[in-house]
């Protein structure tokens, strides 16, 4: 499952995935997000707020997540991945070959120095 939650003033978009990612978490999400992203042009940011990686359903939902990341990341500016999970750890290193966002990692602790970050110019 994956919760998301839409900061309209800062145009920021946190999800918290709590247990194995399914298909249509990211069907969900797309059906959120997709209109407020062609309204405002793209998000200043996009939290990944996990303390561990669930991993996948299966791998129809690895396929689906691998779609979103293509079809979004020219639309968002920057990402930060806070979270103690060492499987998330290495996303800014493994991601900045193929995302166009600036990535930066924190703590699963420093949920409000990732926010600020993520507010900054």
Do not use: C
């Amino acid at each position: 499952m994956l919760n998301n939650e839409l900061m309209l003033d800062e145009n920021i978009l946190v999800i918290t995935p709590e247990g194995p990612l399914e298909v249509s978490d990211f069907e969900k999400l797309a059906e959120e997000v997709d209109p407020y992203i062609e309204k405002m042009g793209k998000l200043s940011g996009l939290m990944i707020y996990a303390e561990s990686f669930p991993g996948w359903d299966n791998f129809a939902a690895l396929v689906s997540h691998i779609k979103f990341v293509k079809d979004h990341h020219r639309k968002i500016e920057k990402v930060a991945a806070v979270t103690d999970s060492s499987f998330l750890s290495i996303l800014p290193r493994v991601a900045k070959h193929f995302v166009e966002a600036e990535i930066k990692l924190f703590a699963y602790q420093d949920k409000e120095a990732a926010l600020e970050w993520l507010k900054s110019g």
